[in-house]
């Protein structure tokens, strides 16, 4: 089953985002801010993250530079967070994001529609192996 | 009056006014410099020419008294009276001698030499025909008269021959005017029109002209003069009056004219030295011609140089006023550009300094407005979380009612996030952060849609709502989801602000490059106080029905910021308690 990490600084969504995915069947890491993120990431590689943008420490956008997308090919990310800004959406998509959400626009439910999709999209080969 | 009138205004009337007043001046001044000095002129002129007269007058009438005291003619006329029969030859023999060869005639030619007795009648003449006839008695030496006859005009002298002082007979010398028109015909220093003629008495009520004219040749002695006319230089001359005319003289050609009689009263004959006024004058003429021509360039110039002095005024100032009027219609970015090192520069950046200012807060507004939503969506984020998993969760049975509360929890819920959004909307509209999501759309579709949406709402409040999908191409690029908002927000208004019982009527056409939707209501309709702000943040017209859902008085704000991004435009039309009529037009794109 594919790996999600979840990285949001809010403990409730924390709670709701990793209770839906592990009800969906999906195996869940979560991080409160992107230090924390990159520390996960060097044991377990996630095939999705689903990124808030405005964390303590490290923000959203600095651990994706951290990150570096074009080392994690097969990982797709999903920009998760309630700060809508034009500027960032550049930025972001710079970085090699292609999903770019409001979270009040999703219930859980919904949220795991998208991010099933969106595996989807990104290792069709690998998830029709499954 | 706008400030380029009114500098105009002061311009012209410190250029035009003393120039004016300096011309006048100048121009009277002038006026009687040249009317003196044409008068004096002519005063001189007719004294010389008065002069020239009385001795050609003079040395005649000396003339013909030198003649008769010549030896051989006084003795002869002597002989003749004392024996008229023996002496007849002798005496026309003296008078030949002395027209042709006498001493006198070799000085002064004349033409015909008469003695006549005491009465006038004619004894003997070098001209035969005149014997017999009567001449005009005079008692001195002097002109005895002018005539005309065949042969020209002529000047008859006579001169008395006494015997031991008694005078027994008249001694008649004649010669051609031709000497006297030779006099009158100089004209120097006359100019154009200028002239001097002579005038004598005719009789009783008529004078006549002893000269040529210079404008009647022929007039010498033929030509006769009223004398009832008092503004008649020659009918004044010949009644023996010494005038001057400066104003209000008429010439024999009907020219006024300025005029100087003189009577010679030895001669009997009267002098006129006059010059048409128009000849005077006619500096002044060009003068005036001149002035007007100045005034006019001075009028274009003045209009020039303070058109140019308006426009260092008013450039600024109407740039000012169309910074104020984007500054009031919201544009913060705007600066007025008043470059100039004055007090207009000095305004322009005071203004400038404002506008920074009121920008500067309106962005800080807008930046806490949207740090305060986002923080606002997190725990509103997380209800809707945690309920919707507790809704999902098919592993607890929940009861009926149970999920009834906690979907209308979830809706609360909802409705909060809703209005979060539109007020981060709206806060990332006025940074000018806004982003419309446009795709091609149909736009009667679109409408037809949220028409759709609202009908069971007003069937609430017993309303109807009535819209015709209209024929034809609706076509067009939008968002679909903003402009789908702005006109559900224009039927919700309708709706809120008329009565139970009314119809909401939603209608679109095409006019020239754009869509229009019109959304029209028949309920309080907007003053137009309320007009004004009417599409300002935060602002609502105050309605006893007012529901707190849509309260924000953020929707027509909003509307309107919307179709702007657009490129289109939110139109009102309303009367109070007569409804109103909101239009969107669009831009059709493809």
Redesign the interface.
């Known amino acids: 089953m594919a790996r999600i990490l979840v990285i949001e600084d ?1 403990e ?2 924390r709670l ?2 990793k ?2 995915l592990i009800n969906a069947g999906y195996d869940v890491d979560v991080s409160s801010d992107g230090l924390e993120a990159l520390e996960v990431v060097k044991t377990h590689e996630p095939d999705l993250i689903l990124l808030d943008l ?1 964390l303590p420490h490290m923000g959203g956008l600095e651990f994706l530079r951290a990150f570096d997308l074009t080392k994690h090919q097969h990982t797709a990310v999903v920009v998760f967070s ?5 500027n960032l959406l550049e930025e972001a998509k710079k970085l090699g994001v292609k999903y770019y959400l409001t ?2 626009d999703f ?3 919904e949220m795991i529609d998208f991010v099933t999709k969106a595996l989807a999209e990104s290792k069709p080969a690998e998830n029709a192996g499954k | 009056m706008s400030i380029r009138y009114k500098t105009a205004l002061v311009f012209l009337s410190i250029g035009l006014i003393p120039f004016l007043a300096v011309g006048m001046l100048v121009f009277l001044d002038f006026q009687t410099a040249l009317r003196n000095n044409a008068f004096r002129h002519l005063e001189a002129v007719t004294s010389l020419q008065e002069e020239r007269v009385n001795d050609l007058v003079a040395v005649y009438a000396l003339g013909a008294a030198y003649v008769s005291e010549q030896p051989a003619v006084r003795h002869a006329v002597q002989d003749y009276l004392h024996d008229p029969a023996t002496n007849k030859d002798r005496l026309h023999g003296a008078l030949m001698t002395a027209e042709s060869g006498g001493p006198y005639a070799k000085v002064a030619p004349f033409q015909e030499l008469a003695v006549t007795d005491t009465e006038g009648l004619v004894l003997d003449s070098t001209d035969t025909a005149q014997i017999g006839i009567r001449m005009p008695v005079v008692p001195r030496s002097q002109l005895a008269e002018i005539y005309r006859d065949g042969k020209g005009v002529h000047l008859r002298f006579s001169t008395p021959m006494a015997y031991d002082d008694k005078v027994l007979a008249k001694l008649y010398l004649t010669i051609s005017a031709q000497s006297l028109f030779a006099i009158t015909s100089n004209r120097t220093g006359l100019g154009e029109s200028g002239e001097t003629f002579l005038v004598k008495r005719f009789d009783t009520n008529k004078g006549i002209f002893v000269t040529p004219l210079r404008f009647d040749s022929s007039a010498a002695f033929s030509r006769k003069i009223s004398l009832a006319q008092a503004n008649r230089p020659s009918a004044q001359a010949v009644l023996e009056r010494d005038e001057t005319f400066t104003s209000g003289a008429v010439s024999y050609r009907n020219q006024p004219v300025i005029a100087v009689t003189r009577y010679m009263p030895q001669a009997g004959i009267g002098v006129v030295g006059q010059i048409d006024e128009y000849e005077v004058y006619g500096p002044i003429q060009q003068l005036a011609t001149q002035v007007v021509v100045f005034a006019a360039l001075l009028v274009l110039f003045t209009v020039f140089v303070s058109s140019f002095m308006a426009e260092l005024f008013v450039r600024p100032i109407l740039l000012l006023a169309g910074a104020a009027d984007k500054l009031r219609h919201g544009d913060f970015s705007t600066r007025a550009k008043v470059r100039s090192q004055d007090e207009l520069g000095q305004l322009g950046h005071t203004f400038n300094n404002m506008a920074e200012d009121l920008e500067k807060q309106d962005q800080a507004k807008s930046d806490v407005i949207a740090l305060i939503s986002h923080q606002l969506r997190t725990p509103v984020t997380a209800v809707k979380g945690f309920v919707s998993l507790v809704l999902q969760d098919e592993r607890h049975k929940l009861t009926p009612d149970e999920t009834k509360m906690l979907k209308l929890a979830f809706d609360e819920n909802e409705k909060l996030n809703i209005l979060i959004t539109q007020i981060l909307d709206v806060a990332h509209a006025d940074s000018g952060k806004l982003a419309l999501k446009e795709q091609p759309t149909d736009l009667a579709k679109l409408t037809h849609k949220v028409v759709h949406e609202h009908e069971a709402t007003l069937r609430l409040r017993q309303q109807a709502i009535e819209f015709t999908p209209p024929t034809g191409s609706f076509q067009t690029v939008v968002d679909p989801e903003k402009i789908g908002f702005v006109i559900g927000n224009l039927i919700t208004n309708a709706s809120k602000y008329s009565p139970a019982g009314s119809k909401v009527v939603v209608a679109m056409g095409h006019s020239k490059n754009h869509l229009w939707i019109k959304v029209t209501d028949t309920g309080l309709g907007i003053s137009d106080a309320d007009k004004r702000k009417l599409f300002q943040k935060f602002s609502r017209i105050e309605n006893p029905k007012r529901e707190i859902a849509e309260g924000m008085g953020l929707g027509l704000y909003m509307a309107k910021k919307i179709v702007d991004l657009h490129g289109g435009d939110l139109t009102v039309s309303s009367r109070e308690n007569h409804g109103s009529s909101f239009t969107i037009e669009l831009p059709t794109k493809e």
């Open positions: 809010y409730n969504l709701i985002y209770t839906a405005l309630n700060l809508y800004s034009p979270k009040s219930t859980p439910q």
